[in-house]
Nanobody, 127 residues
Framework: QVQLVESGGGLVQAGASLRLSCAAS????????MAWFRQAPGKEREFVAA????????SYADSVKGRSTISRDNAKNTVYLQMNILKPEDTAVYYC????????????????????WGQGTQVTVSS
C-alpha cells in the first residue's frame, strides 16, 4: 500500500515558478517509477513528467519540457516537480502517481500504468 500526499500548489502570476512535492508512505517508494499528471477543468488527465526508481531516467510532456524538472529523494520518500516560467495553460490540478510495477520503466506516460494516486494540488496561473 502506498499513500501519496501532494503539496506546493497555489495561485501565481504567469512567469513565476512553483515546486510541487509528493510525500509517499510505504516501503516500496524507492523501487517505483513516479510521475506527475495534471487535469484542467473540462479536460482529460494528462501526463506531465516521470522519473525512474533510481532517478536516472526522466520523461517530460512536450508542453512542459525545458520549463520543468522532476526529481526525487528516496531517503525522504519524496518526489518533486519544479515548474518555471509558468503559463496560464499550466492551470490544473496536479496529481502524483506511483507505478504499479517495481523496477520498471515502460509506457511511463500512460495513466493506466499507475495504481496509486494522490489527492491532487491546485495550480492556478493568472495572466
Amino acid at each position: 500500500q502506498v499513500q501519496l500526499v501532494e503539496s506546493g500548489g497555489g495561485l501565481v502570476q504567469a512567469g513565476a515558478s512553483l515546486r510541487l512535492s509528493c510525500a509517499a508512505s510505504g516501503r516500496t517508494f524507492s523501487s517505483k517509477t513516479m510521475a506527475w499528471f495534471r487535469q484542467a477543468p473540462g479536460k482529460e488527465r494528462e501526463f506531465v513528467a516521470a522519473i525512474s526508481f533510481s532517478g536516472g531516467r526522466t520523461s517530460y510532456a512536450d508542453s512542459v519540457k525545458g520549463r520543468s524538472t522532476i526529481s526525487r529523494d528516496n531517503a525522504k520518500n519524496t518526489v518533486y516537480l519544479q515548474m518555471n516560467i509558468l503559463k496560464p495553460e499550466d492551470t490544473a490540478v496536479y496529481y502524483c502517481a506511483a507505478f504499479r510495477r517495481m523496477w520498471d520503466w515502460v509506457n511511463v506516460d500512460s495513466s493506466v500504468e499507475y495504481d496509486y494516486w494522490g489527492q491532487g494540488t491546485q495550480v492556478t496561473v493568472s495572466s
